[in-house]
C-alpha cells in the first residue's frame, strides 16, 4: 500500500466482491448454479432486438431512456415519469448512496443482505449497521430498533438473496411508517417476478415519499450479461438520481434489448412457471436426504448443513461432478449453499449428487 497516495476513508474496509463461479480446473462442461441466472437465458424476442442493434453502434444512445421507461410503465402500470435505468440494479444502488448517505450517515441492511449494500455504503465513506435476522428472515423491529436520526438509507431485498424469504406487504408497509423522517426505504425486487402477483413494493413506493424500489433484467430476464436494471419511486427521488447519472450510462445495445424482454412477459411467465415447478422438486429432494432448506420465493434454494466442515466438503465433492454451487460464509452463513434452479436436468444431478455425498458418511 502507498503510504501518502491513500483512497478517501471507508474504501480500504471493501472486500473484493467474489462472483459465482463459472470453471472447475478440469471439468469441461461444468454446469453453473452459482449466480441466480435463468437456465433458459432471454427471450427470442430480447435476442433479436440484441442483434438488429448492430445496425446502429455508431450512433449514441438517447440520454433519457424514454421508450424502455415508457415499456416498463406499461406493462407495470407506472407512471414512466418516476423510473430511472441504470447499468444493473447495482447502479441504482451505487446511484442511492451516492445521493444520500456519506461520513457520519448510517445505511441499514440485514445481516444476509445483499453484499452490495455493504460495498456502496463503504464507497460512499457512510457507516454500515447491519441488523440481525430472524431464523434467516428479516425481523422489521430488530430494523427499526437500529435506525438513528443519522439512518439515510434502508436496503431490504424481498424475497432475499441468499436466504430466499420474504415478508409480507402489510410488514413492508410497517417498516416504511416506522422509519425516522429523513430515511429511505429501498426495496430490491431483483426476484419479485419469481414472486406470483407481487408488485415489488411498487404499491407502496407510489403511494409515500419515503420509499423505492430497484428491479433487474438479470434474473428472470436471463440479462445479467447485459448489465440493465430500473428504480421506481417518488419524483423527488429521480429527480436526484438522475443528476448524477452518466448521460449514456446505458447503450443502444442494452436499451433496446430490455425494451423487447420487458414487452415479453409471456417469457417471464413461462419461466416463473418453471421455475416454481423445479424449485419445489428441488427443495423436496434435498429434504428427502436430510438437507433443509426455508421455503424459497426466488430461483434458488438455500441448502442447509450440519456443520460448516459439511458445506465445504459437500461444495468440493460436487465442484469434482463438475456441479458449482454458492458458498455463502461471505453472507454469513457458513453451513449453508446456495443452489440456483437449473433446467430439470441439472436439478436431477445436483440432488443425486448430494444424495451421493450425504450416502459417504
Ligand atoms: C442479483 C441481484 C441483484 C441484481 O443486480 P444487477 O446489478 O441488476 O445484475 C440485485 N439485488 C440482489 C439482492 C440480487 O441478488
Given at each position: 500500500?502507498?503510504?501518502?497516495?491513500?483512497?478517501?476513508?471507508?474504501?480500504?474496509?471493501?472486500?473484493?466482491?467474489?462472483?459465482?463461479?463459472?470453471?472447475?480446473?478440469?471439468?469441461?462442461?461444468?454446469?453453473?448454479?452459482?449466480?441466480?441466472?435463468?437456465?433458459?437465458?432471454?427471450?427470442?424476442?430480447?435476442?433479436?432486438?440484441?442483434?438488429?442493434?448492430?445496425?446502429?453502434?455508431?450512433?449514441?444512445?438517447?440520454?433519457?431512456?424514454?421508450?424502455?421507461?415508457?415499456?416498463?410503465?406499461?406493462?407495470?402500470?407506472?407512471?414512466?415519469?418516476?423510473?430511472?435505468?441504470?447499468?444493473?440494479?447495482?447502479?441504482?444502488i451505487?446511484?442511492l448512496?451516492?445521493?444520500y448517505a456519506?461520513?457520519?450517515d448510517e445505511v441499514v441492511f440485514t445481516e444476509h443482505g445483499f453484499?452490495?449494500y455493504r460495498?456502496?455504503t463503504?464507497?460512499?465513506?457512510a457507516t454500515p449497521v447491519e441488523v440481525p435476522e430472524r431464523e434467516r428472515m428479516t425481523d422489521v423491529d430488530a430494523i427499526l430498533k437500529a435506525c438513528t436520526n443519522r439512518t439515510k438509507l434502508v436496503f431490504i431485498a424481498n424475497p432475499n438473496n441468499?436466504t430466499?424469504t420474504m415478508i409480507s406487504p402489510a410488514e413492508m408497509e410497517r417498516l416504511a411508517e416506522g422509519l425516522p423522517k429523513q430515511a429511505i426505504l429501498v426495496i430490491d425486487g431483483?426476484?419479485?417476478?419469481?414472486?406470483?402477483?407481487?408488485?415489488?413494493g411498487?404499491?407502496l413506493?407510489?403511494?409515500r415519499?419515503n420509499v423505492f424500489v430497484t428491479?433487474?433484467?438479470?434474473?428472470?430476464?436471463?440479462?445479467?450479461?447485459?448489465?440493465?436494471?430500473?428504480?421506481?419511486?417518488?419524483?423527488?427521488?429521480?429527480?436526484?438520481?438522475?443528476?448524477?447519472?452518466?448521460?449514456?450510462?446505458?447503450?443502444?445495445?442494452?436499451?433496446?434489448?430490455?425494451?423487447?424482454?420487458?414487452?415479453?412477459?409471456?417469457?417471464?411467465?413461462?419461466?416463473?412457471?418453471?421455475?416454481?415447478?423445479?424449485?419445489?422438486?428441488?427443495?423436496?429432494?434435498?429434504?428427502?436426504?436430510?438437507?433443509?432448506?426455508?421455503?424459497?420465493?426466488?430461483?434458488?434454494?438455500?441448502?442447509?448443513?450440519?456443520?460448516?466442515?459439511?458445506?465445504?466438503?459437500?461444495?468440493?465433492?460436487?465442484?469434482?461432478?463438475?456441479?458449482?454451487?454458492?458458498?455463502?460464509?461471505?453472507y454469513n452463513?457458513?453451513?449453508?449453499?446456495?443452489?440456483?434452479?437449473?433446467?430439470?436436468?441439472?436439478?436431477?444431478?445436483?440432488?443425486?449428487?448430494?444424495?451421493?455425498?450425504?450416502?459417504?458418511?
Amino acid at each position: 500500500m502507498n503510504e501518502t497516495i491513500r483512497p478517501q476513508p471507508g474504501i480500504l474496509d471493501i472486500a473484493l466482491y467474489q462472483g459465482g463461479k463459472a470453471h472447475v480446473a478440469g471439468v469441461a462442461n461444468a454446469v453453473k448454479l452459482s449466480s441466480n441466472e435463468n437456465p433458459f437465458g432471454p427471450s427470442d424476442k430480447a435476442k433479436e432486438a440484441f442483434a438488429k442493434t448492430v445496425h446502429n453502434l455508431h450512433r449514441y444512445p438517447n440520454t433519457d431512456h424514454k421508450a424502455l421507461r415508457e415499456a416498463i410503465g406499461e406493462v407495470h402500470h407506472l407512471d414512466a415519469d418516476r423510473i430511472i435505468c441504470g447499468v444493473g440494479s447495482d447502479e441504482i444502488i451505487t446511484f442511492l448512496c451516492q445521493a444520500y448517505a456519506g461520513p457520519r450517515d448510517e445505511v441499514v441492511f440485514t445481516e444476509h443482505g445483499f453484499l452490495m449494500y455493504r460495498i456502496n455504503t463503504l464507497a460512499v465513506g457512510a457507516t454500515p449497521v447491519e441488523v440481525p435476522e430472524r431464523e434467516r428472515m428479516t425481523d422489521v423491529d430488530a430494523i427499526l430498533k437500529a435506525c438513528t436520526n443519522r439512518t439515510k438509507l434502508v436496503f431490504i431485498a424481498n424475497p432475499n438473496n441468499p436466504t430466499g424469504t420474504m415478508i409480507s406487504p402489510a410488514e413492508m408497509e410497517r417498516l416504511a411508517e416506522g422509519l425516522p423522517k429523513q430515511a429511505i426505504l429501498v426495496i430490491d425486487g431483483a426476484y419479485a417476478e419469481y414472486v406470483e402477483g407481487y408488485d415489488g413494493g411498487a404499491g407502496l413506493a407510489t403511494a409515500r415519499e419515503n420509499v423505492f424500489v430497484t428491479r433487474t433484467f438479470s434474473k428472470i430476464y436471463g440479462l445479467g450479461g447485459l448489465r440493465i436494471g430500473w428504480g421506481y419511486g417518488p419524483r423527488h427521488i429521480i429527480d436526484v438520481l438522475n443528476r448524477i447519472r452518466g448521460p449514456f450510462n446505458l447503450s443502444n445495445t442494452q436499451l433496446e434489448t430490455a425494451e423487447a424482454a420487458v414487452r415479453d412477459q409471456e417469457w417471464v411467465t413461462k419461466c416463473r412457471t418453471e421455475n416454481a415447478r423445479m424449485r419445489h422438486w428441488l427443495a423436496e429432494a434435498l429434504a428427502e436426504i436430510g438437507v433443509p432448506s426455508d421455503i424459497s420465493m426466488a430461483n434458488f434454494v438455500l441448502a442447509r448443513f450440519g456443520s460448516v466442515e459439511e458445506a465445504e466438503a459437500c461444495d468440493e465433492f460436487l465442484q469434482a461432478q463438475g456441479l458449482i454451487v454458492r458458498r455463502v460464509a461471505g453472507y454469513n452463513l457458513p453451513n449453508c449453499l446456495r443452489i440456483t434452479v437449473g433446467d430439470e436436468a441439472s436439478c436431477r444431478r445436483v440432488a443425486h449428487a448430494v444424495g451421493q455425498f450425504k450416502g459417504l458418511k
